[in-house]
């Protein structure tokens, strides 16, 4: 039994006539002490996704379990073993940082004593601003604070809905560094993220789009199933360029990445990529590159788009 | 138990943090208080006349000085001509026009009777109402004192008269801000117990912050406790509050029990904070809120017989009174600070107030969800 498992949970918004469907019959499950990613961009689903693992939503089919409880029978027991934090920071404004805490731990029958190891890295972040109010922190104190609350009653799982989005990047390489602390500890943690970057931070991931997974795996293993040549180049014209490539006979497809457009190669598409960089008769780079979750996201979804 | 404890001392703290509410609890019904029963006076004095004088002769003058020394009448003009007074009613100078015609004296006199004419301004239906009132029983006054002059003595009145004398109970100086006083106060009670408290329900969902609270093990029951028992206590503390405004700037000293008073009151905040949680329950941004509570609002005054009286509304006005918990409480303050009635005088508007509480409440827990 993992700690979570979803099975073919459906989602639907809107009545019969503009009805919108988040979620298509999503399944997977996630391991004790596992750090999973969510990975997918805003509307694919997972924010509805998190909702429902923490009681806050009912699904329209299937059943999921937290920690061994049923999301719908097992509601109460639940809410007493997940943290949640949601995408927006949601604590109260007006009371300071200690009392935000301090409230959160109360309600959930425990002090900040009692948990007080869990939460001590980052929390003694924030302490010294303790006294101040929720509302008057920068974003990436906020996030802290929001983390801390979550966790200050030592759930077993904790759900966090795009905790970086909006953050800057050395807040969100010292996020991901709490969390791999965190799962240290053997908290069950469930992260989503736009971030393609971030899928490698993940002990596995899951690629999510228009409410459906598309690949369940380890960060490398996501990489392997790519399994196809990529090529980076770049000259002088880009857009030129990258219709070139796109129009090109060797080559599947083509898009933007970086200062570089990537080109994923059909089998000995090598040659024909190389004649048109030549044609152009503009100074060029083009080297081989290893592709990331971000590349194989798009050959998935270019996948899906062909079918 | 402790969970609430906790709920309600996060709620206490968030109150008091927040100017705005301490405002609205502390200066609002002070203010309001002090100023509005002022303002909503319903004697009308300063009533402009207009005279047209065609006689010229010492009853018309003893009529016109006897009219404006009522003190309700403020002489604007005499005019030569009906038409002219028309003018200085259509210009608004005038509200009333007093017409005495040829002859008014040697009529009188003669034949015993004589005719006057009065023209009112009715866009203000009550000034108008109230001047005509005023001038015919100025009038008769002095038709009395007429007939008196010439009736011969030892001669008995041919006709016999009726004589009427009041006696104003409750309210023997017909002041009426013993009247207004306690009725404003309730409203001032509605407002802080239901309005503040939407509001603050809803301002959590507008925020986010009940999702986090939703996650947590807190119980239904558990929250909406930690959400009505502030309220109710600052309902109760704008009571007091407002009973010793009533008390020290208009001397009002409730003729029955304040007992009485707070009992009613703490059924009657239930009922209205049973509403405020309803409201809650269907809004999900401040705005919204605001907007059906003031809409509310209106209906509450307008129907609750602050202003005007229930008894002489159309029959339908006076079915929806009775579903207004405000209506209830503006009787019995009146009941209780004027008349003095008891806990067993008010049972059934007691009994009623609970019963829409309860009914309220109750909707309100049934359509209140942890989850959607």
């Not at chain 1, 906020?142 to 979550?150: D, E, T």
């Not at chain 2, 065609?54 to 009522?70: G, M, P, V």
């Not at chain 2, 309902?235 to 208009?250: C, E, S």
């Not at chain 2, 609750?304 to 207004?324: F, R, V």
Request: charged share 20%; with cysteine.
């Amino acid at each position: 039994m993992g700690a979570v498992t979803v099975d073919n949970i459906v989602k639907f918004y809107g009545k019969k006539e503009a009805r919108v469907t988040a979620l298509q019959g999503l399944s997977f499950d996630v391991q004790k002490g596992e750090l999973f990613g969510l990975i997918g961009p805003d509307g694919a689903g997972k924010t509805s996704l998190f909702r429902i693992l923490t009681t806050l939503l009912l699904a329209d089919a299937g059943t999921a379990s937290v920690d061994g409880f049923d999301v719908v029978k097992d509601y109460k027991a639940i809410r007493n073993r997940v943290g949640y934090m949601p995408g927006r920071f949601s604590l109260y404004q007006d009371l300071s940082v200690r009392e935000n805490l301090e409230f959160f731990a109360t309600i959930f029958n425990t002090t900040i004593e009692e948990n007080y190891e869990l939460v001590k890295d980052i929390y003694s972040q924030i302490e010294p601003f303790r006294d101040r109010k929720a509302g008057k922190l920068s974003g990436g104190m906020k996030q802290k604070l929001a983390l801390s609350c979550a966790l200050i009653h030592r759930p077993s799982v904790l759900f966090l809905d795009e905790p970086t989005t909006g953050v800057d990047a050395v807040s969100r390489k010292e996020f991901w560094e709490m969390l791999a602390h965190l799962k240290q500890q053997g908290i069950t943690i469930l992260v989503s993220t736009p971030y393609m970057d971030e899928a490698a931070r993940c002990d596995r991931v899951a690629l999510m789009q228009e409410g459906k997974i598309m690949s369940v795996n380890t960060p490398a293993g996501i990489v392997n199933e790519f399994g196809r040549p990529l090529l980076a180049v770049k000259n002088t014209n880009m857009l030129q360029l990258l219709q070139a490539m796109k129009s090109c006979e060797g080559v599947e497809d083509a898009y933007p990445f970086g200062e570089y457009h990537h080109v994923v190669l059909k089998p000995g598409g090598e040659a024909a990529v190389k004649t048109i960089l030549e044609q152009m008769k503009m100074p060029y780079e083009q080297h081989p590159v290893t592709p990331d979750v971000e590349d194989c996201f798009m050959a998935l979804m270019r996948n899906k788009d062909g079918q | 138990m402790r969970t609430l404890k906790f709920l309600l001392q996060k709620e206490f703290r968030q109150i008091f943090r927040n100017p705005a509410i301490l405002r609205i609890i502390f200066v609002m019904p002070m203010i309001q208080l002090l100023i509005l029963p002022l303002a909503a006076d319903y004697e009308v004095k300063n009533i402009k006349l207009a005279v047209v004088d065609h006689d010229h002769s010492s009853y018309s003058r003893q009529l016109i000085s006897k009219i404006t020394a009522s003190g309700y009448f403020k002489l604007d003009n005499y005019n030569g001509s009906y038409k002219e007074a028309l003018q200085e009613v259509e210009k608004d100078h005038a509200d009333l026009v007093l017409e005495i015609p040829d002859h008014f004296e040697k009529n009188l006199v003669k034949e015993d009777a004589s005719t006057l004419f009065i023209a009112i301004n009715a866009i203000n239906g009550v000034k108008a109402g109230l001047g005509s009132a005023y001038l015919q029983s100025i009038i008769r006054d002095f038709n009395g004192q007429v007939r008196e002059e010439w009736v011969q003595f030892p001669r008995f009145s041919p006709e016999t008269q009726v004589m009427v004398t009041s006696s104003n109970w409750f309210n023997p100086m017909m002041n009426y801000r013993y009247f207004m006083v306690p009725g404003i106060l309730v409203i001032l009670v509605t407002l802080v117990g239901s309005f503040l408290a939407s509001l603050n329900i809803v301002k959590e969902k507008e925020v986010g912050t009940i999702e986090q609270i939703n996650v947590t093990p807190v119980r239904k029951y558990q929250f909406i406790l930690g959400k009505l028992i502030p309220f109710w206590l600052l309902g109760l503390f704008v009571l007091t509050l407002g009973l010793g405004v009533a008390r020290f700037a208009y001397g009002i000293i409730p003729a029955g029990s304040l007992f009485t008073i707070y009992v009613f009151a703490a059924v009657f905040l239930l009922a209205v904070l049973g509403l405020g949680l309803l409201v809650s329950t269907f809004c999900s941004t401040q705005q919204q809120a605001i907007l059906i509570s003031f809409f509310m609002m209106m209906v509450f005054i307008l129907l609750g017989g602050l202003y005007t009286s229930i008894e002489s509304m159309p029959e339908w006005a006076q079915w929806l009174t009775k579903i207004n918990p405000v209506s209830y409480f503006i009787d019995v303050m009146r009941m209780v600070v004027l008349k003095g009635s008891g806990l067993a005088d008010i049972k059934t508007h007691l009994l009623t107030v609970f019963g829409i509480a309860v009914l309220l409440n109750g909707w309100a827990v049934v359509s209140y969800r942890k989850r959607s």
